[in-house]
């Protein structure tokens, strides 16, 4: 026996949020981008080998269900309503890595539990374990057209579909027992039948009979996530997720969303490790924090003015056009009866940054949400005050653009972060679950 | 100008109607299989690197939506149940293939079209133009109870569904122009709103607004592909489809089938040549016809005959188990309600063959469709006789064994073929459109 075991320091997990240039709509601009990457392989297929490289817990693919959820001034300078579709997509890039993460998007409201649980199951066997799933509800009206639907579904009822929905794919994962394909060739016996277990599941939105048509996933089930922060959103994450990624907008939120949903899911019966929270993070790094800034205002200046001022107009719950673009924010802004929050936080940021109004509605239309804008060490800094003091146990990082942006993260962020002890320095085991640090699900019909 | 230009002879096309261990029952425990190939992605990119190898026009991933779909006794004894889910599983194997398209059976009766048109858009555009959707109707009364509903859809319904599914799917395919997307990072303008097409659409069975949020497919529309032998699958493959599967039980059949279908398309306007026949073909290839019966007698050994039995009774329309299952068929068997065409094609293959019933038995309970068994001579002249008399345009083989029964065909009963000229030595284009000779479809809304 050795005396050398001892509690290991908290880590960070790292995820990549990604569309496929980027979250900011400025991104597929910026110089060095692939503007095509939307729809070529190897652009992706090099992001991914990319932060495999840097061992990052997961790469996480962002999703729509529909086109036209902005006006068109706008749309037509967008690339993040179009792209490849996340399983088909996730599915191709299990073949080209090892031992990343693969979460996918997937709506509860607009798709069938049979379907979900399968394909999550087949993504989990031929990645060997690395798969997620991002429960969404889809609040987009947008998609409800896009299937038979007249108008979106209520909050209240995706929600409570969303429940029951969760409870029929991780049941019918547990269809099978994970030893109950013997392939006997001697006897002809493929899989014992005493260890397949039929649902029948009955209840007030779903009637799902089961069992599902493939053996039970490898990581048991596949590591399951939530975005949600509406009260019912929370209270799923609590009861269900496994990873959360949420938005708080600084330190104080994201220590009151964190002790909330782990107050929840102890509330449940839950062991709180076992459920990651992973604030979005902008990151942007720079030599200095004013190379870095001015990165950032470059970024934000590719923004179309057209499409940038519908944002800071709705934000500010006034028309911003009538204001003199290269000017500051004037001082008189009306009071609104839209969100006070809204109009007062981007009134804060114009102030604070010394912001024209339109850097201002550029910094709207690009990305506004947390930024962590600065040098490796300063950007490490923040990360390990935030894992400290349980405002996150690790972050879902927004990539400014694509590849530099990347690059900056992978080659300079990480080695600060991995020199701090704050990261891996190499994947300790081959699934998501090991990466996370999560438990293996029990089987609930099987010992 | 070259006087060598000539009207080039018409050659097979084969397509691989696969299940990861062969659609054969028994060719999980054949010398030398791999009985895990279900969840083995290696073994299954093996398959198909061959197959690739061998110049086919597509690998073809059959499905299923259901387990239950037989008695338990027979259920547990097969691998024919539980795999990858297709569109996952093709994704991965496009990344590991350059030229062979990848054909998913997808449902129109227990999916929605917006998610049916855009995975497949996406495969076709992760596998730059391979993909092929087979489009069914599911006819499985099991597969409803796992969709919600407690009795399978009405065959009429369901065509009447799969009809407007697939102008639904093809519309929705054409939301973008082929040159919508001109990612000019000057102007910031990513893709032309003058050339993107909302489909609107309002029918009895589906409401569907789009546009698609995936650029046009690289073939335009992946390839159409139909099944259905009745009178509504022959009309709507006459309609829509672009090759057809089909299971005549010999070359009569075939003729038969082959003039109606062509006709049927014909009377709708279409150019006969756009739609290519393939019969499905079970390929046994041995050094001589006795090898090749003796390999395939060896197989059908392999089915357990508890659940053969089962098979034999059925098409008897009698309880089999009472008879010897060592002797031959017995004379007097009784008339029965059931399918007479079923029992006496039975009785006659038991005297051709001379099968005990045991053998007959696990003929019916292995593959007792269409079969080539012999040479690489005697499979070529027959398959070159169905072409020459117009009962295929080429065959969709189902494969007896794995890896050994692919070898066969791959290595012997191919370079025969190549050698003849009636398959290609390499492939012509890049797209599966371009290997079945199909036109690429013109977009409906733009030019």
Redesign the interface.
Known sequence: MSDSKRVKRPQLHLTAFMRPVSLHTGA??YPG?Y??A??N?NHIKSFIQKLEAAKFDAFFMAD?????NMP?EA?????T?????P???L??L???TEKIGLAATASTT???P??IA??F???D??SNGRAAWNIVTTGNP?SA??????DHVEHSSRYKRAREFYDVVTGLWD?FADDA?I?D?ES??????EK?H?LNHKGDD??????????RPVQGWPVIVQAGQSDPGRQLAAETAEAVFCSPRDLEAAKALYADIKGRAIAVGRDPNHLKILPAAFIVVGDSFEDAQAKRLKLDS?V?YDSAIASLSIALGTDASKYDPDGPLPTDIPETNASKTSQASVIRLAAKEKLTVRQLAQRLGGYSGLAFVGTPESIADEMGTWLAEEGADGFTIALPFLPQGLDDVADRLVPELQRRGLFRKEYEGTTLREHLGLPRPKNRFFE
Do not use: C
């Open positions: 597929w601009r981008a503007p095509d939307n729809f392989f729509h269900l529909a086109v036209l068109v749309l037509k300078r967008s690339h309503v179009t792209s490849f579709e399983f088909t997509l599915s191709a299990s073949v080209v607009y798709d069938e049979y379907h399968r394909r199951a087949s993504l066997h031929l947008e057209k896009n299937f038979g639907l007249e269809s394909f392939w060739q002809g016996v493929y899989f014992d039948p397949m039929v779903l009637k799902v009979k089961g069992p599902l048509n493939i053996a590719l179309h």
